[in-house]
């Protein structure tokens, strides 16, 4: 039974330790969204090329119309 309440202390104690850690984290975390699609990281997924994809094809409409 103690070592049941000593993980869940330890685990508690734990997110305490991160909370605290995450507040005094300085930094933008704001993200960044575009990218050029000839250096996607992406790619064996195939989510990149389909984000290019549909990125070309509104440039396309943007220009016709």
Known sequence: MSFA??????LLLLGVVAAVASYFQG???EIAVG???STCTSADDGSC?????????????????
């Open 5 to 10: 309440v000593l993980s869940i202390a330890a």
């Open 27 to 29: 930094g933008n975390d």
């Open 49 to 65: 090329k389909l984000h290019c994809l549909i990125e070309e094809k509104r440039k396309n409409e943007e220009l016709k119309g």
């Open 35 to 37: 990218h050029d699609c």
